[in-house]
C-alpha cells in the first residue's frame, strides 16, 4: 500500500461529499442536510464517476475516451513506490 487507511477514508467522503453538493443543483438535498455516507460503497453517485483502479490506468482509459490534454497536480516525493505511480502517469 501507498497510503494510509485514513488518507482513502478522507478522500471518499470528500467524493461522497461533492457528489451530493453537485447532485444538489437538481433536487432538495444537499451536503450539510444530508447525512453521508461516506462509504463509497454504499453510495448512488449521480454526477461522478469514481473509478476503482490504479491511476495510470484509468487515466488512459479515460484518455481514449476523450483525449487529456494536459494534467494539473501537486507533485510530492514520499517513497518510490508511489513516486514510480506518479512518474507513471
Not at 4 to 32: K, P, Q
Not at 66 to 78: A, F, K
Request: aromatic share 6%.
Amino acid at each position: 500500500k501507498t497510503v494510509h487507511g485514513s488518507h482513502i477514508a478522507f478522500v471518499n467522503e470528500g467524493l461522497v461529499d461533492l457528489d451530493l453538493r453537485l447532485s444538489s443543483e437538481n433536487s432538495e438535498a444537499t451536503a450539510t442536510n444530508v447525512e453521508i455516507q461516506s462509504d463509497i460503497y454504499e453510495h448512488k453517485f449521480q454526477c461522478i464517476t469514481v473509478c476503482h483502479a490504479g491511476a495510470a490506468f484509468t487515466l488512459r482509459s479515460i484518455h481514449k475516451q476523450r483525449p487529456i490534454n494536459q494534467i494539473l497536480c501537486h507533485m510530492e516525493s514520499s517513497h518510490l513506490k508511489s513516486f514510480a505511480r506518479d512518474k507513471a502517469v
